[in-house]
């Protein structure tokens, strides 16, 4: 940065451009300035060092807002070694240097701003200026929080009338309209779930990490191919049993709004008791079971054993009351412990063997793979979160009507794939026909029976993923019957291509948008400042624990003044 040199007679726009060249220049050549006098027509300024010759005078052309530099006197004498948290590397300083990075990289973190500074520059500037310096930048970029919030009535009114049969709300508390919850559902996801996806819904949560915080719920679902298929989101201030309750039933309103008859629904969730008793109160006639990615990483993290993590799987897959009795005995042998941590979990919402409902194949749940979407975007200002969701989800749409507009197979690749792999290995069974529906199918390790009535299978592949297996394609296929119409319609490319029918239409600028009534933020908000972390010192695992003593009854465990020894004493006198 040694190239950042400043000569008598260099011309710059105006004096804000002058302040900048020569602020800039201080901080490359390490030395601090002092200003002498600065207005909007002459500046003068020289170095901060004591005994320091260096002097700089620049003015303002009488009828043009140039400013030029007329004299530079000395030479630093200061060694110019102004290093460590330079004067004149400013917050606002820090703003301009970062602002580009911070459009590519939301997460550019404030040890990397120090980093980059250092390595360009060759300073060093307080951690906490760096944070400041990225929330201001993140604010002249995105807006500010609460700017965010006071934006959302405008944008739900945007959102139901550039897509029509959308379901979009927000809700205040208070006599000053603070902002409490915020629920949004597009008409193209309301119609695709109904008409396309299978009848599945994943509910979850993810903190938020702008200024007031809050959680980001999500409802999603899978489409025939296996791909996250986001149904609704929304925003609340605080994540609870009310706030869950709240959101599902805006999720049946949603629901109702698009259809006459809801189908029968199987949902997906972490377990926790909040949503379990939302999912209870608002779909009473559907199913719920417990995300097994979560139940595998609880236990892993809990016993951190992964011979357990893969008993439980097994456990979960078991398609005989026998067989997962004998994974679970497994588990009581490996930990006793982890077995009655799992009872807290009823076998009936996470165990084949026992769930009453329909998983279409999904023991786990797709959230993680839809927050994945606002990860990076989580420390923005609430509109700004809600915009990349509505973008990713235009995206994602076209993308996906357009790839299976190629498609030439009867269902969706995941779906051909299983078929034809089920083909593969029913061409080495044998098939006894019983009666017009049943059948048995012998394999050189085992022997099946296949029911086309009920559309079952004694090893209970094709009602857990609704497609034929390959005992059922054997049986099927030895009678010529049609293996594509023993298929669920869900895993059709027409329902595939029917659940990204509808286009997810973009939303006007701000400028274009009447705000309706104000919203206020919540009154809750982030602490200032890098958040605190609980740090364990290793001397102090290590260290022995103070043991007290009693002087008066020579007893460990208690102080003198805590004694109850003459209280005891007493009592028996009486």
């Given at each position: 940065m040694e190239d950042q040199n400043i000569f008598v007679g260099q011309e710059f726009p105006d004096v804000k451009a002058f302040r900048n060249a020569i602020k800039e220049a201080a901080i490359a050549q390490h030395f601090e300035l002092r200003i002498v006098k600065s207005d909007l027509i002459r500046y003068i300024a020289k170095c901060a060092s004591e005994g320091c010759p260096w002097r700089i005078r620049a003015i303002k052309h009488p009828n043009a807002p140039t400013f030029t530099i007329r004299s530079l006197e000395g030479t630093h004498t200061c060694g110019k070694n102004a290093?460590?948290?330079?004067?004149?590397?400013?917050?606002?300083?820090?703003?301009?240097?970062?602002?580009?990075?911070?459009?590519?990289?939301?997460?550019?973190?404030?040890?990397?701003?120090?980093?980059?500074?250092?390595?360009?520059?060759?300073?060093?500037?307080?951690?906490?200026?760096?944070?400041?310096?990225?929330?201001?930048?993140?604010?002249?970029?995105?807006?500010?929080?609460?700017?965010?919030?006071?934006?959302?009535?405008?944008?739900?009114?945007?959102?139901?009338?550039?897509?029509?049969?959308?379901?979009?709300?927000?809700?205040?508390?208070?006599?000053?309209?603070?902002?409490?919850?915020?629920?949004?559902?597009?008409?193209?996801?309301?119609?695709?779930?109904?008409?396309?996806?299978?009848?599945v819904i994943c509910l979850g949560g993810i903190q938020l990490k702008s200024k007031y915080l809050g959680t980001l719920l999500s409802a999603t679902s899978f489409d025939g191919d296996g791909g996250v298929f986001p149904l609704a989101f929304g925003v609340v201030d605080e994540e609870n049993d009310d706030s869950w309750m709240w959101f599902l039933l805006e999720l049946r309103k949603a629901l109702e709004m698009s259809t006459e008859k809801i189908p029968p629904l199987t949902f997906l969730s972490d377990g926790q008791k909040s949503i379990a008793d939302a999912v209870k109160r608002k779909f009473p006639s559907s199913c719920h079971a417990i995300c097994l990615q979560y139940l595998s990483e609880s236990i892993s993290r809990d016993f951190k054993n992964s011979r357990l993590v893969q008993l439980l799987w097994k456990a979960a897959y078991s398609t005989s009351t026998r067989g997962f009795k004998e994974k679970m005995a497994e588990i009581e042998e490996v930990s006793s412990d982890a077995a009655t941590w799992l009872l807290q979990y009823p076998p009936s919402r996470w165990a084949l063997i026992h769930f009453d409902g329909t998983r279409y194949g999904h023991f786990s749940s797709n959230i993680y793979e839809f927050n994945k979407w606002i990860l990076e975007a989580r420390e923005l200002p609430i509109i700004q979160v809600i915009k990349r969701i509505h973008c990713k989800l235009t995206e994602e749409f076209e993308l996906r009507r357009s790839r299976s507009s190629t498609w030439s197979s009867i269902l969706s690749p995941s779906a051909e794939k299983r078929i034809m792999d089920g083909r593969t290995h029913a061409s080495t069974y044998q098939v006894l026909r019983s009666d017009e529906v049943e059948f048995e199918v012998i394999s050189a390790e085992r022997s099946d029976i296949v029911n086309t009535g009920t559309r079952s299978c004694s090893c209970r592949d094709w009602q857990l993923y609704r497609i034929p297996c390959s005992h059922a394609v054997a049986a099927l296929t030895s009678y010529k019957k049609d293996v594509y119409a023993f298929t669920d319609k869900y895993f059709t490319a027409a329902s595939y291509r029917e659940s990204y029918s509808k286009e997810v239409h973009p939303i006007p600028d701000k400028l274009e948008w009447s705000r309706t009534r104000l919203v206020r933020p919540p009154k809750f908000r982030r602490p200032p400042g890098r958040p605190e972390k609980k740090r364990l010192c290793v001397e102090d695992l290590n260290r022995e624990k103070h043991t007290v003593h009693c002087s008066k009854c020579n007893q460990t465990g208690h102080y003198k003044t805590t004694c109850k020894t003459e209280v005891v004493q007493t009592t028996q006198q009486f």
């Open positions: 290093q460590n948290g330079h004067h004149q590397a400013s917050v606002d300083w820090i703003v301009n240097f970062i602002e580009e990075r911070l459009r590519d990289n939301i997460n550019y973190k404030p040890k990397d701003i120090l980093h980059d500074i250092y390595k360009q520059y060759g300073i060093t500037i307080p951690y906490k200026q760096a944070w400041r310096a990225k929330e201001r930048g993140l604010q002249a970029i995105y807006g500010s929080s609460e700017e965010g919030y006071c934006l959302l009535p405008a944008y739900c009114e945007q959102i139901k009338k550039t897509n029509p049969g959308s379901h979009a709300e927000v809700f205040t508390a208070g006599s000053d309209s603070r902002f409490q919850r915020f629920f949004i559902s597009f008409c193209a996801s309301l119609h695709g779930f109904l008409n396309g996806c299978l009848p």
